[in-house]
T-cell receptor, first 110, second 113 residues
Framework: SQQGEEDPQALSIQEGENATMNCSYK?????LQWYRQNSGRGLVHLIL?????REKHSGRLRVTLDTSKKSSSLLITASRAADTASYFC??????????FGAGTTVTVRA | DTAVSQTPKYLVTQMGNDKSIKCEQN?????MYWYKQDSKKFLKIMFS???????INETVPNRFSPKSPDKAHLNLHINSLELGDSAVYFC????????????FGEGSRLTVL
């Protein structure tokens, strides 16, 4: 069964605006990761946050993790047309596998 | 150089046929995976191998048989293809077993007619 569930399923924003998407999961984790998938391409790793971390930044990306609520958020600031993609959260636990959700599709309008 | 490469990129075949997808990584990783992405983009793990040893075998029909001849290669053979096997299959690799960053191939889109 899937572990992470992203919300919203789809998001459309204007270039320059911020995009926020959320991920909820069910069981305890060691880490949570976010990936981007451009149309017709493979997934690309964006950022990893460990279970003992609360916030992490990478360029225009900001990830938060609330283990008490079993949720994470990904914020993309000052979005660009090139940010148009699907974004997936994935949870890693002690079962040696990374479990993905169905993703949030982000469209950035010029 | 492509880090994780899989071939072919597209397969179109008839029900009942057998097909294989090959994957190679040049990152020196010791763990490789097969994931299946359905039409709703949900990504589900199928298998993982660590140092050629099968670690994860999710509830996958035994028509699917992975083979890892060495650490750098993980192939997927599918027998007696069914309509429901139509999907995009992704190969990935990582260093170690404890779910660090995964590096994905570009995917192989399988269409069963």
């Amino acid at each position: 069964s899937q572990q992470g569930e992203e919300d919203p399923q789809a998001l459309s924003i204007q270039e320059g605006e911020n995009a926020t998407m959320n991920c909820s999961y069910k069981t305890s984790i060691n880490n949570l990761q976010w990936y981007r998938q451009n149309s017709g391409r493979g997934l690309v790793h964006l950022i990893l946050i460990r279970s003992n971390e609360r916030e992490k930044h990478s360029g225009r990306l900001r990830v938060t993790l609330d283990t008490s609520k079993k949720s994470s958020s990904l914020l993309i600031t000052a979005s660009r047309a090139a940010d148009t993609a699907s974004y997936f959260c994935a949870t890693g636990g002690n079962d040696y596998k990374l479990s993905f959700g169905a993703g949030t599709t982000v469209t950035v309008r010029a | 150089d492509t880090a994780v490469s899989q071939t072919p990129k597209y397969l179109v075949t008839q029900m009942g046929n057998d097909k294989s997808i090959k994957c190679e990584q040049n990152l020196g990783h010791d763990t490789m995976y097969w994931y299946k992405q359905d039409s709703k983009k949900f990504l589900k793990i199928m298998f993982s191998y660590n140092n050629k040893e099968l670690i994860i075998n999710e509830t996958v029909p035994n028509r699917f048989s992975p083979k890892s001849p060495d650490k750098a290669h993980l192939n997927l053979h599918i027998n007696s293809l069914e309509l429901g096997d139509s999907a995009v299959y992704f190969c990935a690799s990582s260093q170690g077993l404890l779910t660090g960053e995964l590096f994905f191939g570009e995917g192989s889109r399988l269409t069963v007619l």
